[in-house]
């Protein structure tokens, strides 16, 4: 039962990264966008997202959740040594959450609007930028039990170039999942035009942050090359993500939105087991090599079966109505006029 | 500020802001269904309008209070690590079923705001309905995680060690039940209140009085039903405080010696270092009355409990005290509500009954939060009772005096924002929702 909480926690993490990021991407987008197309950036955006717009972000807690209740050593060494970070992310999810509705449900068109946009756009940018910074953190054994001093043991903890350079690279991600999900809602030829080109360039700011890791990581003495051209199976994935990249051009010349959609997020899927390979069963690194494994730090059985069996059960209701959604939501509009 | 100090305030202000929007994002769904309903059998577009208007608000407090639970789940960690270290594994049953509800929650609602003209009306209509269910559901299984720390079960605590852990077990703790419906009714009526009292106000204005009545006449109900139902869900409350954790109940009414025919304090300010309680009015036997059932019955006080597990007694006294007091006044204008409903319909239409609605409109949230601080203040000192204590739980990192500042500015901003917002929602009726203004301006020219 272990490795079915181990899989539903996976899918979990890697569904808020396509989900969520792409959500995520949406404002940092908004952001980047030029004035003259912010607005109808947006109104495309949001007529996709809004109806799956709060599931998006339940995979967070769900994974938050597997973490508690099954492995809660992992679960509290990172609350602890990476309480400031955690606490940025969180300020980001209250500010990004709320001001999206506010800015949506606000009765009265205004200057607050001029207020919940620009903290709905930064908080999409802050938000993944700190995710990653955690993930990074966890995974590079920068994390030190045995510090005395407070930078050491909570700042140092999460704060380096190696953590930095991910969390743009989180961010790229992000952007590049919501540019890839906005060709497919879009009508028009010129709509469509700009937002290829806009695609193309994302990637290759994508293929540059993910340039930046390695000489992060390289300056930080971190063995990420190691790490994940190491062993056959994280090198594949790397491989097959890096090929997949050529379709994707091909398919952004040749307006085939939902293959695009499926390569995102295959490439993405890619990255994430090759980081998470590597280690695994250990997902948090220690500095004293102390490591926390999904196998030896998982709660005790009878937990574990319950937990399993939750996710089981649950999957069964949350899967087929999710997917209804989705699918509601992409046919066409007023099909009940009178209603 | 003390660390610790700063973690538990931390802690409070984060559930008694969450706290009230979950209320709301489980209640309003229910009313908004029951006048979709109407809308759907009737056609009369007043209840359209009421159902596009609550579900606006529903979409506002569920986004809130969504964020809010997310933090929550985050916040377990970041200031009690120790408590989730040892009780993760134990009471998460109710919180990995909770993730379940709440998603279910999340689509049902995708499903309900933007399916207007676009999905079957019925099939719109249940996803309504869903929303509703699974709210509750989510509140029963959360308030269930919170009756284990105060009814520990599912696990043998041998030598500092947690043993045989049974999740099942602790998820139907002695207290899960008893809280649960205390709290579900608790937040209908809350709900409740608060929204019959902003109706009641615009109709007192005179602002769209056809829209804002059928509105009112839906949340009282509601309200004032459950508003009657409380004090016997109250009633089961007490009797199994008073068995479990009679050092809460002994805080709960400043009951400082054990006795029999013991009297209700209704009141008073206690006197913790002379233990007794000034200015009170007492009422002979009715305590023991309601802890056991029987007028002779005996009643522990706080010399039963040894002095440093003693749960500061001031602070759930005063709380107590505002709960009931307040939910009597509750059960009161209920009484007078359905009097007005059955024998007495001249009294719907006079100012008298608006204007008590309209002062009742926060005392169910007022009594909801004394509530909660009856319920964590009394567990006090401990966080596992009589398993952990609350100090040996907070995060060994310093400074949490600066994260309780930040997310106490956080949490103000948003309750301006979050009012500002209702506020212009509830002023724009007329022209975003009510489609018979128009014809009602005219009349009233």
Redesign the interface.
Known sequence: MIYVVIVFLWTAILLYILLGGADFGAGIIELLTSKANKSRTRKTMYNAIGPIWEANHMWLIIAVVILFVGFPKIYTTVSVYLHIPLVCMLLGIIARGTAFVFRNYDAVKDDMQKVYTPIFVYSSLITPFFLGIIAASAVSGQIDTQANDFLSAYVFSWLSWFSVAVGIFTVSICGFLATIFIIGQTHEAADQAHFIGKAKRTIFIVMFCGALVFVAAYVEHIPLVEWIFGDTPGLIAIIAASLSLVVTFYALNHDMPILLRLLAGFQVTMILFAATYTHFPDIVLLKNGANLSLLTHQGQAKTIESLGYALLIGSLFILPALVYLIYSFQKKKDVYPDH | MDDFLAARLQMAFSLGFHIVFACIGMVMPFFMTVAHFFWLRTKNVVYRDVTKAWS?GV??F???G??????L??????LW??F???A???F??P??????A???E??????Y?????????WF?WAAGVVVGISGLLSGILVVAANAWMNSPAGFDYIDGQYLN????NAMFNEAWFSQSLHMCVAAFVSTGFAVAGVHALMIYRGSNVAFHSKAFKIAAIFATTAACLQPLSGDISAKDVAKRQPEKLAAMEAHFHTERFAPLIIGGIPDTSNQTVHYTIKIPGLLSFMATGDFNGEVKGLDQVPKQDQPPVAVTHYAFQIMVGLGMAMVFLALLYFIALWKKKQWLNSKWLLKLFIVATPMGFIALEAGWTVTEVGRQPWIIRGVMRTAEAV?????IAY?FY?FTA?YIS?SI?VS??LY??I??VGQ?YDSSAESSKKIAS
């Open positions: 606006k979409a506002i569920f986004a809130t969504a964020v809010s639970g997310t933090v789940s985050f916040e377990l960690g970041l690590p120790k989730m270290e040892h993760g594994p134990i998460g049953m919180f990995s079923l909770e993730g379940t709440f998603f279910i999340a689509i049902a609602l995708g499903f705001l933007y399916g207007w003209n676009r999905i079957h009306p719109h852990i049974d999740p099942i995060t060994p990192m310093p400074g994260s930040l956080v948003l924002i500002l917002l212009r929602q002023t724009m975003l």
